[in-house]
Every structure is written in C-alpha cells, then in structure tokens.
C-alpha cells in the first residue's frame, strides 16, 4: 500500500511539474521561432519590461521587493517584465482578497474591545499600551481572563494536544500548512475519526502546497468519509502564479471555544522526534484557556468560510456558548493573524514594537534569518541602546542555500553587539520572542521574507504572563546548547563573499 501510495504521488508532482515545464518551452519557443518574431518579441517585451520597472520604483511596496526584481528585469531584459506580470498580476489572488475582506467586515462587529482591560492596562503597563492598541485597531482585541501554557518541545505539546483533543464535547477545528501520515497524525486522526462519529462538528484546513509531497491525492474525501469536514487551501495548479507564493502557514487548533492552540509545531513526526531529519528537532507551542480563544475561533472561521464560500452564524461558537466557567485570568493575551493580501505587515510590525521598547534583553529563537533593513536597524539600534540581543537560529539548516543566506546577516549584526547562536543540537523550528521578562510573542511567523510578508501566518502577543518566564527560561536552555558565532567564524574567501551578497540581494524572491 506504501509504495502505491508513493507512485501516486511521484505521478501527480511529476504531471505537474511537466506542465510548468511546457510553458515556460513554450514561452522561449514563442519569442525564438524566428528571428523576425525574435525582433518584435525583443522590442514589444524590452519596452514592456521598461514600463514595469518604472511601475515597480513607483509602487508603494519595501525597497527590499523592488531591488531584486529591478535587477532582474535589467539583466534578462525580455523575460524579466514577464516574469514579474506572471508572479504579481493575478486575478485569483484579487478574488480571494475580495472572499476575506467580506469574511472579515462580518466578524468585525465581533471583535469589539472592553474598554474596562484598557484602563488595567494603561495604569499597570502605559509603555505597553501603544502595542495593544496597533493590534485593536487591526481588530484584534486584548484580552484577560485567559491562562497560557508555553509547551516545549513538540513532544510535550502532543501529548497535551491529544488530551485536550480527547475532552471536546462539541466542535475541533484544525488548520496547518503540513500534516503528514505517521504517529502524530495518526493518533491525532483516531481521536478526530471517534469525535466526528459522536456527531461533534470537526473541521480539517490544510495548505496542498504544505501538504504537497506529505499527503495523497483525493485525501480531502477520506477525512470526509470519516464525518470530518476538510478544506484545501489553495489548491496547487500547474500555472505560473503568483498565488502559489501565499500559504497558509498557520498552526491553529480549536476546541469548544475554550481551548487553543498555536506555534511552530506542523503535524507530522520530525516535529515530534519520532524520526530524525536534522539532528534533534526542537519547537514551541502555546495552549491558550478562556477568553482570548474566541480571536483564534474567528481566525480560523474567516479563512474557512472564504474557501468554502459559505455564511454561518459565528456567534454560535462564542466562548461562553458551551461553558459558565470563570476563566482564570493571567496576565494580558492578544491573539493576531497576518495576511499577505491587505498590505499590513502585522507580523513584523509586532515584532518591531517589542524591539523597540525593550530596555533589558530580547531574546529570539528562529529557524531563518532573513530580514530587510527596518528589523535589522532595529535590532541593531536596541543593541547599540544597550539591550542584550540574542538570536538563536539553526547550526543544522533544512536548505544549503537559505541556511547560507541566514548565514550572511551574522556579521552586520555581531559588529553592532547583536549576540549571534546556532543551535548545535540539530534544528531550532520555535518562533519565540521574548524580552525584559514582560513581553512576549509566539506562533508561526518565520524571520524571513515569505512569513513576514507573503504567508497567513498568526501568533499570540502576551504581556505580564506567566508564560513569558517559561519562554525565557527555554530561550537560556537552548542557548547552552549553541555555539556562540563570533566575527572571526563569519570570515569568508572572496568568491564566498561575493555569493553571500547576491543571495542578500535576491533574498526577497526566494
């Protein structure tokens, strides 16, 4: 049944990659069937070309995006605009924008700020209430009344998952950018399979490009067959598309209302440290109970509803629609999402406003580090300013040529007093941030371009949580288990050196 499986999928990534192929043969053939047809292609696509670049100077877009595809348009004059119109011009991506800006218009009126946790706020953390009040004016209240558990690594969190997972009574709601089959799915499938036979509304949303190489064709009808509603976000078609760039990386679990769960940790075993792709895996998860789970709830209801192209009531999901339980209140808890289509960098702008406004130390865990120049001058102004930074990425990366572009940021940082760590144990997968023992951020958002800037992502900001402790003290366990990059481990020849700078330079478009 294995090697069946594997055939069909070997069959359907090798149809698809056939196709792209044959279009981009198609296009070469095209402009060079001939040389008269060479001349007017050559002319009609270098003026066109010339017309994009100025388009792309003029657009309101980070300088980090226009540079490489300016560069790219002048050193491949005839194909370069091309290329841009096939990755940025696309009506499916406008389409799909248009099914979230109604799903979010509706739960809007659902997400209204208590004014009474703001005054608790500006009172006991005045420092902290710009942050807040950035994330409310994207719709995304802060909550108390809500306890979080920092769960680290993924073995803990599947252990915790599966018992929550066990205790729902009336709905489970899923989405993840990677499910694989194996131990953690498996176990994670049977408890889904008996809730959905007891008639408990579950609900499965995964990414297919996530899921590409992990999951067979047509495995939307068997979950389906088990009772399981399931949804594929953005379904993989072999076009050149600039839609296939934006995924769905998030992590979300939803259970009655009441709990939740985000983070880095996908579901499949390397996640778990059943098998062993990089040396020992190590991630970080955060279970949310009470008030602040109704954000996730909606989240997750937002992009479900706009793939499925349904209107349902939200409000019958509402935190307290299942429970009379007084939550426990710990601290302050504000959930948020980021999406690449409404021109707000959410994820990045957090992550500033904690860099900002730490005095003491910011501690960061991350498996890329790949950043344009706003973060790194705000990291590297916090450190000049005095704050103990510390970036913890991987000693063991999953990709030759994005671990060398992560690679090539250390030395910029380690002159201006950034305090630079490579995981040694194997591979560090967590997105965590935490700072001055206040302030905290946790969930699915990569430093790297695709997460900041072209993926769903969502994570959790927290502030005087008993979590954050817990985060730290992870952060300096990890770092005992690191190699501490110093200048001298950055030194390179001169053809190293040269590649370095033009990964830096693409690293936009990778």
């Not at 998952?161 to 498996?186: S, T």
């Not at 103990?388 to 994005?402: C, E």
Request: charged fraction near 25%; glycine fraction near 4%; proline fraction near 3%.
């Amino acid at each position: 049944m294995r090697q069946k499986w594997l055939r069909v999928l070997f069959r359907r990534r090798l149809s698809v990659a056939i196709l792209i192929l044959l279009q981009i043969a198609f296009v070469v053939y095209t402009i060079w069937a001939s040389d008269t047809q060479y001349e007017i292609f050559n002319r009609t696509l270098s003026i066109f070309s010339l017309y994009i670049v100025l388009y792309i100077i003029n657009k309101k877009d980070k300088p980090s995006y226009k540079y490489p595809w300016i560069l790219l348009i002048l050193i491949v004059p005839v194909f370069g605009g091309l290329f841009y119109l096939l990755f940025n011009f696309q009506s499916s991506t406008r389409k799909f924008r248009n099914k979230l800006k109604v799903m979010s218009e509706k739960t809007k009126p659902l997400l209204k700020q208590e004014n009474e946790i703001l005054v608790h706020l500006e009172n006991e953390s005045p420092d902290f209430l710009p942050s807040a009040k950035y994330l409310i004016t994207e719709d995304y209240p802060i909550y108390q009344n809500t306890t979080c558990v920092y769960l680290s690594p993924g073995e803990v969190k599947f252990a915790r998952l599966v018992e929550e997972l066990k205790k729902a009574e009336h709905f489970i709601f899923l989405e993840y950018f990677i499910i694989q089959g194996g131990i953690m799915w498996g176990t994670i499938l049977e408890v889904l399979k008996e809730k959905a036979k007891l008639g408990l509304d579950v609900r499965v949303l995964y990414d297919d490009m996530g899921c590409f190489f992990t999951l067979p064709v047509g495995y939307k009808k068997k979950l389906e067959s088990f009772g399981i509603k399931t949804e594929i976000f953005n379904k993989f078609k072999p076009v050149l598309s600039s839609i296939q760039n934006n995924r769905d990386h998030r992590k979300i679990v939803v259970i009655d209302g009441i709990t939740a769960f985000t983070g880095g940790i996908n579901l499949a075993d390397e996640y778990i440290n059943v098998v062993s792709k990089h040396g020992y895996w190590k991630d970080a998860s955060i279970m949310l109970r009470g008030e602040a789970v109704w954000s996730f709830t909606l989240i997750f209801l937002e992009m479900w509803n706009a793939i499925r192209n349904t209107d349902e009531d939200f409000t019958k999901f509402e935190t307290h629609t299942y429970t009379n339980e007084e939550f426990e209140s710990n601290g302050y808890v504000q959930p948020y999402a980021d999406s690449p289509l409404d021109k707000e960098n959410i994820g990045e702008n957090v992550l500033l406003n904690i860099i900002i406004n730490s005095k003491k130390y910011i501690y960061i865990t991350t498996p890329y580090l790949i950043i344009d120049d706003t973060i790194i001058s705000a990291l590297i102004l916090a450190a000049k300013g005095g704050v103990d930074v510390r970036i913890v990425t991987p000693f063991i990366g999953d990709n030759k040529i994005i671990h060398a572009t992560t690679r090539s940021y250390y030395a910029e940082l380690i002159r201006s007093g950034v305090k630079i760590y490579e995981y040694t144990k194997g591979f560090i997968h967590a997105k965590v941030l935490v700072s001055d023992d206040k302030t905290a951020s946790i969930g699915t958002i990569n430093l790297d371009y695709r997460s900041l800037y072209l993926h769903f992502e969502c994570g959790v900001l927290l502030h005087k949580n008993d979590a954050i402790i817990a985060m730290k003290h992870d952060c300096v366990d990890i770092m005992n288990d690191c190699k501490n990059i110093t200048l001298e481990n950055c030194k390179v020849g001169p053809l190293k050196r040269l590649i370095n700078e033009i990964l830096r330079v693409f690293a936009p478009l990778m």
